[in-house]
């Protein structure tokens, strides 16, 4: 009896594991379609020549300790920085993921803030810690760069995804945009303030470890930058063959336009029905996120820090503009060919 299942338990994951994802089946079937109507076969979908993310050594910066000597951090008790200093030498404490790290710096300017406003400008602790706290503020940029872009959970959202995103699974969305919103803010806050008074309160730091959490079980922003790399793709794809094989679709009158209303027929269908719906989606979700993630980008590399070269391509092609020019010319290319062919064969828009 055992043996006889094995079968059929084999193909059973086997089915599962191979299901093909349902957006490259709506584009594939669209694709087809057409074709098969102008008579001719599908041209070849091209492979993805895209950047991909760094490795993490290649992007972490380099962050030297900074001491003090426990006598002296003993005696900051009266301004609560002592804790925070205990916390950070514990066992628990040397082995921070990099967002605990972050967070940690920050809980300490600001302490640190508070302790150069309640101590007595005669006490000799005071010379250290302003030239502590000037060293805290100028290792502030690489310790939020190497949390963003090296940081597990934040990193991964930047590993490019290999399925397109289902129409009706944008999951982790809603997540991301919160984070990186946060972070957009918390960096401006951070990195543009000209003072030592900074306007972060203890709980807004705090909403760095909620976000961590939010965003731990997804991958969404690699697999945004996938979806719309592959559909600039397939679509520049589709386009060129139609116009390659427009003028052997005869229109005009008295002529038998059964092949253009074919078309017709399967571009609201698919296209205007699904397609466009979907790339809508993406469009908006992207413009989104973008703004964040390249303000977050420029403002750490204006703080000195000079990425590696195969990041600041990534940062080109996916924060800054190039993969979402090349999007939205090749949405605006398949909708305009569209557009010829419907007033060539004198169809009505919207009408079917």
């Known amino acids: 009896m055992k043996i006889l299942l094995l079968p059929a338990i084999i193909c059973f994951f086997f089915v599962i594991g191979c299901k093909e994802n349902t957006t490259d089946a709506l584009l594939d079937t669209y694709q087809q379609r057409l074709t098969n109507i102008l008579g001719v076969e599908p041209d070849t979908i091209p492979s993805l020549d895209i950047p991909r993310y760094p490795r993490t050594h290649a992007l972490k910066q380099p962050i030297a300790d900074i001491t003090i000597g426990l006598l002296n951090a003993y005696e900051l008790r009266q301004c609560g920085l002592f ?40 006490d000799p602790l005071q010379l250290q810690l302003k030239d502590i706290y000037h060293q805290k503020q100028q290792q502030l940029p690489r310790a939020i760069w190497n949390m963003v872009f090296t940081g597990q959970e934040w990193q991964q959202q930047f ?14 969305y809603i997540e991301n945009l919160a984070a990186f919103e946060y972070l957009d803010t918390l960096t401006t806050t951070m990195l543009s303030s000209q003072t030592t008074n900074h306007s972060l309160t203890t709980n807004n730091i705090d909403q760095l470890l909620h976000h961590q959490q939010q965003i731990h079980n997804t991958q969404y922003i690699g697999q945004l930058f996938y ?10 794809t589709i386009t060129s063959q139609l116009i390659t094989h427009d003028q052997t679709v005869m229109c005009g009158k008295n002529i038998n336009q059964q092949q253009a209303q074919y078309l017709r027929n399967v571009f609201y269908k698919y296209y205007i029905n699904d397609i466009q719906p979907y790339i809508s989606k993406l469009h908006s979700q992207y413009q989104q996120l973008r703004p964040h993630l390249n303000n977050i980008y420029t403002m750490l590399v204006q703080q000195q820090i000079n990425p590696p070269t195969a990041m600041a391509i990534y ?21 305009r060919y569209w557009q010829r062919f419907f007033k060539r064969c004198q169809f009505k828009v919207g009408h079917q």
């Open 83 to 122: 804790q925070l200093i205990a916390e950070r030498n514990s066992v628990l404490g040397k082995v921070q993921d990099k967002t605990r790290r972050l967070h940690y710096e920050l809980l300490f300017l600001k302490q640190i803030e508070h302790c150069l406003n309640v101590l007595n400008n005669t």
């Open 159 to 172: 590993t490019l995804g290999h399925q397109l995103l289902s129409p009706q699974q944008f999951g982790g």
């Open 227 to 236: 979806s719309i790399a592959r559909i600039t793709t397939v679509m520049n």
């Open 315 to 335: 940062a080109r092609y996916y924060f800054q503009g190039e993969l979402l020019h090349q999007f939205q010319q090749v949405t605006h290319n398949h909708v």
